[in-house]
């Protein structure tokens, strides 16, 4: 938060010491952000590499991750966001930064306050990144960023106003009733973009018929 305060450039990119960046990622990321001015943040594909700052192209991939283009539902169940991505400065500024108290996940929770705010993540549909598979780093050393993401989702999982995620006329019980049935539909299987089996969060579909039974 101390950069983000200092920062003077309409862009904000946070580059982690251990992974790699395409030559034009700077570029496109603006790119991106100049042609949708409603949009918070930029989002671009990556690829997971077994060499700390790796360099484009590389020979060292061992997975490659597309993001899809971003719906408001992601969020609630997985990090909508690579491990390089773009922040309009001011809009982050905006945004009070990064939570502090999650230190291993703030990009997801800021990611959630922007779902909140009705905004859009826009998608770079281009591998501009190489994430550096680190079994000793901050995000994958220890349960603990493992133990934030699920905090932190709960947390706005709990406090969800279904018209973020879907549109939902206002006072409308049976449109809200269907939208969470949809959502509950949706968390007994869903893809994460690295992953190639579906996967299940049964505890929070179980939740969301529930409450679509109760409207």
């Not at 790796?54 to 991939?61: A, L």
């Not at 703030?106 to 826009?122: F, H, P, Q, S, T």
């Not at 269907?178 to 994460?192: D, E, P, T």
């Amino acid at each position: 938060n101390r950069v983000v305060a200092l920062a003077r450039g309409r862009y904000f990119i946070p580059v982690p010491t251990d992974d790699g960046l395409r030559d034009d990622a700077f570029e496109i990321f603006a790119a991106a952000l100049d042609k949708h001015p409603d949009c918070p943040l930029a989002n671009a594909d990556t690829a997971w590499t077994s060499e700390p700052n790796d360099t484009f192209p590389s020979v060292h991939v061992i997975r490659k991750v597309p993001y899809p283009d971003y719906t408001p539902v992601q969020t609630l169940f997985y990090c909508v966001t690579s491990c390089v991505v773009c922040w309009r400065t001011e809009s982050l500024r905006q945004f009070d930064g990064f939570n502090e108290i999650f230190p291993r996940v703030n990009d997801y929770e800021v990611a959630l306050r922007i779902m909140v705010a009705g905004l859009k993540i826009v998608h770079v549909p281009e591998t501009l990144s190489l994430f550096y598979q680190n079994r000793t780093g901050v995000t994958q050393g220890s349960n603990k960023a493992a133990e934030e993401f699920v905090q932190v989702m709960n947390q706005y999982r709990s406090s969800l106003d279904i018209a973020k995620i879907f549109q939902v006329p206002r006072h409308d019980a049976a449109a809200a009733a269907n939208a969470w049935a949809v959502l509950g539909i949706y968390a007994s299987n869903f893809f994460m973009p690295w992953q190639d089996e579906p996967a299940q969060h049964y505890d929070f579909a179980f939740a969301c018929l529930y409450k679509a039974l109760e409207l």
